[in-house]
């Protein structure tokens, strides 16, 4: 009995050793293409990333800390000594404790009541409040089933009063003051991108100074390699959607 219960053991081994390989595979290949296509040596995102509470006390997360503070310093007040607040955050035994997996905004509202750290909190504050997208990707989840195959032409105005709808069933009352400012973001942040530009010009004539030719011939080389690597790229999902294709008449054939 022990002798069969071992051979059947085997057997099933030997069934899900290819499975098992394939999987391994599956993941490795795809935690390398993440690795490779995924932003992870961004500057921005490894600052953002010290405001985990769990990272507190390692000696990186002081550099990061400043380095976020060099990002959000437009909006910190002027008085604010966010040099010695870091250091005594990064050592304080007397903020809450905090595990793995809870909540990180509810722990940093426990820590802007102590009131420690005004400049710190206003940085993380702020860096709490970047808009990252999945509440764009949920209002079109909340329409899968109103968008197919036969309303993809439907007019926008049409789409936003039948998402209001459902939004307002589903969750209840709309948040019109979070949807104006999404609607008007891309608009008052290109006004304000005009506005700086057109101070740096202003200041430019005052001083008598154009941009140097070198400034502008790298701009030019930058895009000039960005349009190359559209272009590759456009070419090899060419070739990638060719060779799909005669791969798919062989199978048929």
């Known amino acids: 009995m022990i ?107 426990s820590v802007f009541d102590t009131g420690k750290y005004p400049g710190l909190c206003q940085a ?8 990252h997208g999945p509440l764009v990707e949920s209002s079109f ?3 899968g089933n109103i968008i197919d195959q036969r309303s993809t032409s439907m007019n926008i105005s049409t789409f936003s009063a039948v998402q209001t709808v459902k939004y307002a069933v589903k969750l209840g009352v709309v948040d019109r003051r979070l949807c104006g400012n999404i609607c008007s973001a891309g608009t008052r942040d290109k006004a304000q991108r005009q506005k700086k530009l057109i101070k740096v010009r202003e200041r430019r004539v005052e001083l008598g100074c154009q941009p140097s030719t070198s400034a502008s011939e790298s701009r030019a080389e930058v895009v000039e390699r960005e349009s190359v690597a559209r272009k590759r790229h456009m ?8 060779e799909r294709l ?8």
Request: net charge positive; glycine share 2%.
């Open 3 to 109: 002798t069969c219960t071992l051979v059947s053991v085997v057997d099933l081994f030997q069934l899900l050793k290819p499975f098992l390989q394939e999987v391994s595979k599956a993941y490795n290949t795809c935690a390398k293409y993440l690795q490779k296509k995924l932003p992870l040596q961004s500057e921005t995102l490894q600052s953002l990333s010290a405001v985990d509470p769990v990272v507190r006390g390692h000696s990186q997360t002081l550099v990061k800390l400043r380095k976020l503070i060099e990002l959000m310093g437009h909006l910190l007040p002027p008085d604010a000594d966010t040099h010695q607040e870091i250091l005594r955050y990064n050592v304080d035994q007397t903020l809450p404790s905090y595990q793995d997996g809870e909540d990180v905004v509810k722990w940093w509202a």
């Open 124 to 131: 993380v504050k702020a860096a709490m409040s970047i808009f």
């Open 141 to 143: 989840n909340v329409m």
């Open 235 to 242: 070419a090899k999902q060419r070739k990638r959607a060719l």
């Open 246 to 253: 005669v791969q798919a008449k062989k199978f048929k054939k």
